[in-house]
């Protein structure tokens, strides 16, 4: 029982914000057969990317339109399971805590137009869904499932117009929809299990209305406009990694081919230490986007004068290794970088009293180069010969620097022809230099699958994330310093899994995805062209994610 509490307590302290032994070695498996049938409940951390959409009532969007939302998720589960046979049906209730912040530009039909700021922030989602599973595995050990059924997911979504408006509208209610999903669990002992699932979830279309804002007639001025109605339609997805313990289960039996291990969580005395090292390729794509505030007022954050939104795709190199000490210890880590191969940036504009109600230009292409870290130190809470679970703390350093050329106006040309005369994409107009520190907190499970493959998943919730930037509008000639000093502070989310095969005991190749998101909402301003304080307010948001190939190479018993 003292072990358990142990799992336990850990498990609920790396929650609160918001498997070490060999490798799979195509070991035989003694053929203990274990049934799921039984009540369960567990705790599960993971991430989920949202999106939702703002139809324009005036027309369709010249951009925009959609909220990109992403999260870090942690909550709680239970289950009951009936097997019968090869097949397992059940039903399971679950219920995370969110903490998803997004915005981007809305109802933009016309420069002509002053278009607004759509933001949409996530704070639970809960699901009540049927499970029907197979049996796979040696022992029986293995569940492959799929789910569906009910979601409900709480947020707040508000709608403000550009500079110099004050109007905005509010929509939040919670909403209902369905949700299917698909995962992996696997039995690590008699009343432990590990799973790793990805969830989607579509929650339809509700109402909301517009703010009332104004137009612009060439010539004539600015004539007001009523207030409008939009449908905004929601989905999600969702990926996340869970520890399920059965009611009346026995926390301290093992199965009987444990032999490989004295104990649940191996052997009290210390172990010779494995350590394996390897390289990868990343191809990923990136988002970056800074909101510039009318003002110093945290409050009045969304409601903007500009905004400039960074995409780019990237090629990169990394090398990664783990060690798994005695005392059930780890630590691992990666380090990287590469170039942007491809990357555009828009910069909007709100500066109706300059006669510019909306205003977009693009900027294409966008060069520079990202380079990454990160090292964790955690514990194995459970660990077998062929699966380990353990919760980390670590850090994040991520760099990304961006060259923006050439100017070409693609909204607002009659009224703001900032790139009436558009420039050739071989001159530098723009430049944003920006370093992200991240404190790491979260979950790392690897199962072995059998035949040699091996599933890893990692999910890190950043409760404390640093930004800082450096923009520089070259082009300027209208101020003195071109220079605008950046910071801020948020949270963010860190998502990875790897599929692996092991082609000899030694060396495995594989296959894996990554997503990262962090946002820097807190404190965030900057000192617009070097200007002293009071400073604007800069909400930051960045996002990377892609696949890569890798390859390993393992030592044992050092």
């Known amino acids: 029982m003292r072990r358990s509490l142990v799992v336990a307590t850990a498990l609920t302290a790396a929650l609160s914000p918001a ?21 369960y409940w567990g705790a599960h951390v993971g991430g989920s990317f949202a999106q939702s959409q703002f139809p324009d009532p005036l027309g369709a969007s010249l951009y925009g339109g959609t909220v990109r939302t992403p999260a870090a998720s942690a909550g709680i589960q239970v289950g009951y399971n009936l097997q019968r046979g090869r097949w397992v049906i059940g039903a399971e209730a679950d219920i995370s805590a969110m903490n998803g912040n997004g915005t981007n530009t809305c109802m933009a039909s016309s420069g002509l137009f002053i278009s607004a700021n759509c933001r949409v922030r996530q704070d639970a989602l809960a699901t009540l869904t049927a499970r029907v599973g197979l049996v796979t595995g040696p022992g029986g050990r293995t569940l492959l499932y799929g789910k569906g059924g009910a979601a409900y997911l709480s947020e707040r979504i508000d709608i403000t117009a550009g500079n110099p408006l004050q109007s905005s509208t509010e929509h939040n209610e919670g909403r209902w929809g369905w949700t299917v999903g698909a995962g992996v669990e696997q039995a690590l002992a008699p009343a432990w299990s590990v799973k790793v699932e990805y969830d989607y979830a579509d929650f339809g279309s509700s109402q909301m209305a517009t703010p009332a804002s104004f137009a612009l007639a060439p010539g004539f001025g600015y004539f007001p406009t009523p207030q409008g109605i939009t449908n905004v339609r929601q989905d999600l997805h969702g990926v996340k990694v869970g520890l399920n313990l059965k009611f009346g289960g026995d926390t301290e039996a093992r199965f009987d081919d444990f032999h490989l291990r004295g104990s649940l969580r191996g052997q009290d005395a210390p172990t010779l230490a494995d350590a394996e090292i390897g390289a990868r390729v990343w191809y990923s794509f990136g988002r970056f986007q800074k909101d510039l505030g009318a003002g110093v007022d945290p409050g009045r954050q969304n409601r903007l004068i500009s905004r400039l939104t960074y995409q780019s795709t990237s090629a990169s190199g990394e090398v990664f290794g783990r060690v798994d000490g005695p005392y059930d210890l780890f630590l691992k880590g990666f380090a990287g970088g590469g170039t942007l191969v491809s990357g555009h940036m828009n910069d909007e504009d709100w500066i109706a009293s300059d006669g510019i109600p909306y205003s977009n230009t693009l900027s294409d292409p966008v060069k520079g180069s990202i380079a990454y870290a990160t090292l964790d130190v955690g514990y194995n809470l459970l660990r077998g010969p062929d699966y380990k679970f353990g919760g980390f703390v670590g850090y994040n350093y991520y760099r990304e620097n961006k060259s923006a050329y050439g100017c070409v106006q693609t909204a607002g040309a009659t009224a703001s022809p900032i790139c009436g005369s558009p420039i050739a994409n071989s001159v530098l107009a723009m430049t944003e230099n920006d370093t992200w520190h991240s404190l790491r907190l979260g979950f790392n499970g690897e199962l072995g699958l059998g035949r040699g493959l091996k599933l890893s998943a990692d999910a890190a919730y950043l409760p404390y994330v640093k930004m800082f930037g450096t923009d520089n509008h070259v082009m300027r000639t209208d101020v003195s310093d071109t220079v605008s000093p950046e910071r801020g502070t948020g949270q963010g989310v860190q998502l990875e899994a790897i599929l692996s095969y ?12 990554r997503y990262w998101a962090m946002w820097a909402t807190t404190n965030a301003y900057t000192n617009i062209f070097g200007s002293e304080c009071p400073c604007q307010t800069l909400p930051t948001r960045t996002e990377r994610y892609g696949t890569f190939l890798q390859a390993a190479y393992k030592f044992d018993g050092l």
């Open 19 to 39: 498997a070490a032994a060999d490798l799979p070695r195509l070991l035989p498996a003694a053929p203990v057969q274990w049934n799921w049938t039984g009540l």
């Open 502 to 513: 092991q082609v000899s005991n030694a060396f495995s190749v594989g296959a894996g995805a």
